[in-house]
């Protein structure tokens, strides 16, 4: 594809000489994912003076992948970022791009970089002179690091390469508690001569020591006792800015120690639970150090790994330890002042420099309920045709028509459509512009993300949205409905401010409105506001700028027949002005509106077999379908525009429209009668004692949930005793306990009573 992410810039921020074999090889294997030929990574690795022409090709021939979980392009953007590369990167309309395969992350968007390398003064190191004691440079080393029974690991034996550099010979000592060497250094204190305890070693080799306690069978990850501390190694500064860099950045060092060759070796506090932990702490950790100058050998990131062992000489240096617990305290110490300095958050303004520049509002969208970059809920309970409501919407928008009765501005839409296939959704947006009666003059504003079968959360989507979305300038994304992509409990506050944070995400990056829709909880809706109706946490309530709430309107026997006789008057009025329009005048005015006098006319107009032969085939879908019919309420809660009146509307399959009529005013919300009223009617109304029971269980259900979503916390919890003061005619505890146990829609968690997860089944 010609728009496809190039990945050759970002290996210029991964420089092969600080990763370790799996990790080049991971970049090849990434590379030839992605499509990338032998040349790329061939050229790249040449960097390295591991480099072997003679084998590369081969290798690459022997690159292959799992079936199920690939090395992709998404690792080298890893391993860029490690190394400052910036995954978003600004085009030149000032619109963010996301790097390959980006999820949205809610810790800090920060650079990370604290220290500039180029302006931090070197701090200076004193190697000792010769009257130095070895004894107690390891006895401090291994007093800070090590407990008295944790087994200590080193090796003194090493042998010398082609190119003159020594290497470890064996895996060493590693039976040895710290106790057991602290006691035998102790007898040596005065000699200063380490080799009694540790053994002889080459002076032009030193020697090395394993900063984590093994379990003393072994020096493998697997040996690892406990994740407690980690290796930054570094040689691309001078020894002096290494030490100057490593204190700026306040690391928790546990031992600061001098390699004596070109590299100063801290040992860094990260304290991990488990080697999952400890892995992406030291990814985090080796992060911040490249980001700041920093270029950190990739081949320590083992926790057994090897570092110099303090108190031994080493060619004309001595290997010494420098320092001890410098730097923040502890790893969380540390991590949260690095994050702390590495915020997103925009700068304080003054109010008088706000008043002087008098920013304009964002461009109204839908007047009076929502401007351009702003969010809205459209929320309501299955069968409301909310699905339907939102491609209304859509349609007006693109259209620059009415919506509801609420003026739109013409704009273009990005409906993502989660829950049809392809051709139902076009079929269904047809339908609608066919019974809207509206030409499709402008479908050019409309486009559709078809993403059935493919959901991904929220926080993944977002970023891929943004990447995909950003040129086409849109000015409503709308997604329905959301419980497609919804990450974490909906009853979590917490994670659904997360949750909900995608959004703005979206309506900040992309300039555009977000609209979605949710669905009400369960329970009788008539008795709360517009904004304490949708399923969960609060925060769908507080979240939005715009909360439009469809509620059900009750109708009654009489309404409805008399929808059915208007409904069949315009359908004997139509078929007279299809087959005989010269009749229409003879028709009165109040005519129109009587099923009974129009019956008359259709047979004066067209006869009587006529008449009668429509009158018997056609009259009894139309019946039907207005017994199908439901009539809706639609209110709203608004920040930025006062409340509007409520807007009452019919849902006839396919589309909504206004009652022009007004003759759903004065009907009540389903489930707005008392609960102990509408109990006490549903057992006069029972014919059995079996009956009168199972409506006194619906009536106290009833209380049961409206008091539950009264009373809920931003936890989603309520406590019992709080449900029987709220409850109507407030019942004892054990009454409500037993209520709750009839029930099967609560659970009880630590702290009191949750409802259990609902499976949304939209429209």
Not at 11 to 23: A, G, K, R, S, W
Not at 533 to 561: H, W, Y
Not at 615 to 632: I, N, Q
């Amino acid at each position: 594809m010609d728009d496809k992410f190039d990945l050759i810039p970002l290996l210029e921020y991964i420089p092969p000489t600080q990763l370790d074999y799996l990790d080049w090889v991971s970049v090849g294997m990434a590379l030839k994912q992605e499509g990338y030929g032998f040349d790329v990574w061939d050229t790249w690795s040449q960097q390295d003076n591991r480099y072997n022409p003679r084998e590369m090709e081969s290798k690459w021939e022997s690159l292959g992948h799992s079936k199920d979980t690939p090395v992709t392009g998404a690792f080298i953007t890893m391993k860029a970022k490690e190394n400052g590369w910036t995954p978003r990167q600004y085009d030149g309309d000032g619109m963010q791009t996301f790097g390959w395969d980006d999820e949205i992350s809610y810790e800090s968007t920060g650079n990370y970089k604290i220290v500039d390398k180029s302006w931090v003064e070197g701090k200076e190191i004193h190697e000792p002179d010769n009257n130095w004691n070895p004894v107690t440079q390891l006895k401090t080393y291994i007093k800070t690091l090590f407990a008295n029974d944790d087994y200590v690991s080193y090796v003194v034996d090493s042998w010398q390469k082609e190119d003159g550099k020594f290497s470890v010979s064996g895996s060493g000592i590693y039976s040895k508690t710290a106790e057991q060497l602290l006691n035998e250094l102790d007898k040596y204190s005065e000699s200063k001569d380490i080799g009694w305890v540790v053994g002889d070693y080459n002076q032009e080799a030193g020697a090395w020591i394993r900063f984590n306690p093994l379990d003393g069978k072994g020096v493998k990850n697997d040996n690892v006792k406990e994740f407690k501390y980690a290796l930054v190694e570094s040689d691309n500064l001078s020894i002096e800015k290494q030490n100057a860099v490593m204190r700026e950045l306040e690391l928790p060092i546990a031992a600061l120690v001098y390699s004596g060759s070109k590299s100063v070796h801290a040992i860094v506090k990260v304290d991990a639970n488990d080697y999952q932990e400890y892995r992406k702490r030291v990814e985090y950790l080796y992060k911040i150090c490249n980001k700041n100058g920093l270029q950190v050998d990739g081949q320590n990131k083992n926790p057994s790994r090897l570092s110099r062992m303090p108190g031994v000489i080493r060619g004309d240096h001595k290997q010494f330890l420098i320092d001890t617990n410098i730097g923040k305290g502890s790893w969380e110490e540390w991590q949260t002042w690095i994050e702390d300095l590495n915020d997103d958050l925009p700068e304080f303004e003054s109010l008088a420099e706000m008043f002087q520049e008098d920013p304009p509002l964002a461009p109204v969208l839908i007047d009076g309920v929502l401007r351009r970059g702003h969010k809205m809920l459209i929320a309501g309970p299955s069968k409301a045709g909310k699905s339907f409501a939102l491609m209304e919407m859509t349609i007006s928008i693109a259209e620059g028509i009415p919506w509801f009765g609420f003026n739109c501005e013409m704009g273009k839409v990005l409906y993502l459509n989660m829950e049809l296939d392809r051709p139902s959704a076009y079929k269904r947006f047809k339908d609608i512009y066919q019974s809207m009666g509206i030409p499709p003059k402008h479908l050019e504003n409309i486009s559709i993300w078809n993403m059935r079968g493919h959901s991904i959360p929220m926080d993944k989507l977002t970023p891929k949205l943004i990447r995909r979305a950003q040129k086409e300038k849109f000015d409503a994304v709308i997604i329905d409905p959301i419980y497609k992509v919804l990450t974490g409990s909906e009853n979590d506050a917490e994670q659904m401010a997360k949750f909900t944070n995608n959004f703005d995400k979206v309506a900040m990056e992309l300039g555009t409105s977000v609209i979605y829709c949710h669905h009400h909880s369960k329970g009788a809706q008539g008795g709360k506001s517009s904004m304490d109706r949708s399923s969960g946490s609060g925060v769908f309530a507080r979240d939005p700028d715009a909360i439009l709430d469809l509620i059900e309107l009750d109708v009654t026997k009489s309404l409805r027949d008399q929808q059915k006789n208007r409904a069949t008057a315009k359908f004997y009025a139509d078929i007279i002005l299809d087959e005989n329009p010269a009749y229409l005048p003879e028709i009165g005015q109040d005519d129109f509106l009587s099923a009974a006098e129009m019956r008359k006319h259709l047979t004066a107009a067209l006869g009587t077999e006529r008449a009668e032969r429509i009158a018997g085939f056609e009259l009894g879908p139309l019946s039907k379908r207005v017994d199908l019919m439901t009539a809706w309420r639609l209110e709203g809660t608004l920040r930025e525009f006062p409340k509007f009146d409520s807007v009452n509307l019919w849902f006839n399959y396919p589309l909504h429209y206004s009652d022009d009529a007004g003759v759903l005013k004065d009907l009540e919300p389903v489930g707005s009668e008392p609960p102990y009223k509408r109990g006490a009617r549903k057992g006069s109304e029972a014919n059995s004692s079996e009956d009168k029971k199972a409506a006194r269980a619906a009536a106290n259900k009833e209380k049961l949930d409206m008091a539950f979503d009264f009373l809920i916390d931003e936890e989603g919890k309520v406590l019992i005793g709080k449900l029987a003061e709220g409850i109507e005619g407030q019942p004892n505890k054990e009454t409500v306990k037993k209520w709750i146990d009839n029930s099967e829609d609560y659970e009880r968690d630590s702290n009191g009573w949750v409802k259990k997860p609902e499976t949304d089944k939209e429209n």
